[in-house]
């Protein structure tokens, strides 16, 4: 795990959001809205590559986002 998402999900922690990232027993349809939120946090904090990234193949999916990355 490197130093940047250690930082960032200790932020997610803050915002009450860290589990939707993280969780193994996750459910997408009662989660959908604060995974969202969750993607909505994490993208302000990317460099432009790193967004192009996402952008293009986890548009709103905070989970699928930290996966990419």
Do not use: C, H, P
């Given at each position: 795990m490197?130093?940047?998402e250690?930082k960032?999900?200790?932020y997610m922690?803050l915002q009450?959001l860290?589990?939707?990232?993280v969780?193994e027993?996750?459910?997408?349809?009662?989660?959908?809205?604060?995974?969202?939120e969750a993607?909505?946090?994490l993208i302000?904090?990317?460099?432009?590559?790193s967004?192009?990234l996402v952008?293009?193949?986890?548009?709103?999916?905070?989970?699928?986002?930290?996966?990419?990355l």
């Amino acid at each position: 795990m490197s130093k940047w998402e250690v930082k960032f999900l200790g932020y997610m922690r803050l915002q009450t959001l860290k589990d939707v990232l993280v969780s193994e027993s996750w459910d997408e349809e009662a989660n959908a809205s604060k995974n969202k939120e969750a993607f909505a946090e994490l993208i302000q904090f990317l460099d432009e590559k790193s967004l192009v990234l996402v952008m293009k193949d986890a548009i709103d999916d905070g989970r699928k986002v930290l996966q990419i990355l």
